[in-house]
């Protein structure tokens, strides 16, 4: 999934590449904090995948979005967004029987499965041990989607969880916990854009599929998103970085 990921921000760069590959690489983590452009992202990469000319895309999240993301692909073509398939579980048992239920599912198999929001569904002190189920479930549904798929195909895993500047440890033991599932790993961190705009940097840490990588990711008053390339990321982001954004996305 780091690759898609890599692809959508060198394309919203002067640095595009335009390649395209099919493949889907291991789960990918995508951490930050609040309002930190990580549902933009998200759907950058559905839009990405939907394009790709394989299955439909799963989009499970906790409600519906408010606004499409502006600047998120090069164009909102109608046929990607009609293989962006949305689910709303309202709840974590609702979640966890809509993971389950897929091993039954049939019709078309999703390329990429996506979860916004993990952190809502880990509300209400569940513990370490029902956080390691939801983490392996879901890895386990995108392998099963990936053998109904056929040999050599496989269904992408891509997951974002919102951090906390101020977490407590429960809040720590969770996330480090969640961590270990995801070989690949995003982190955004806020920096000053200007008056009315919003600035992310995006250190991408793809584990064993390729180099790490590193963006700015810039979005306008009016929702615009732009994409800077940077230097390759060489040291972990910190976690305490607040995002001193308005919530928005």
């Known amino acids: 999934m780091a690759e898609t990921l890599r692809r959508v921000l ?12 099919a493949e889907s690489g291991p789960p990918l983590l995508l951490l930050g904090a609040p309002g930190c452009g990580k549902t933009a992202l998200l759907f950058a ?4 995948a939907a394009g790709e000319g394989r299955g439909p895309v799963l989009f499970l999240t906790r409600r519906p979005l408010q606004s499409l993301p502006h600047g998120t692909a090069r164009t909102l073509e109608p046929l990607r967004l009609q293989k962006i398939h949305f689910q709303y579980p309202p709840s974590t048992q609702e979640l966890l029987r809509f993971l389950c239920s897929a091993h039954e599912a049939t019709g078309p198999v999703p390329s990429l499965l996506l979860l916004d929001g993990l952190e809502e569904y880990l509300t209400g002190d569940p ?3 029902e956080a390691a189920y939801l983490a392996a479930l879901l890895l386990d549904t995108a392998a099963h989607f990936g053998h109904r798929a056929g040999p050599n195909r496989q269904c992408g895993l891509m997951v974002a969880l919102q951090t906390q500047e101020e977490a407590d440890g429960g809040d720590t033991l969770q996330r ?5 599932y995801f070989p690949a790993q995003c982190w955004l961190q806020a920096y000053e854009a200007g008056l009315g705009w919003r ?16 963006w700015r990711v810039t979005f306008r008053p009016d929702g615009e998103m732009t994409v800077t390339p940077g230097p390759n990321q060489t040291r972990e982001p910190s976690l305490h970085t607040s995002s001193g954004s308005r919530g928005q996305l």
Do not use: D, I, K
């Open 199 to 214: 600035g992310f940097q995006v250190f991408l840490e793809p584990g064993e599929s390729g180099p790490r990588a590193e």
């Open 176 to 180: 480090a916990l969640v961590q270990r």
């Open 45 to 48: 990469a559905a839009l990405e």
């Open 127 to 129: 513990g370490c041990q």
């Open 10 to 21: 060198n394309r919203g760069s002067a640095a595009g590449t335009g390649e395209n590959t």
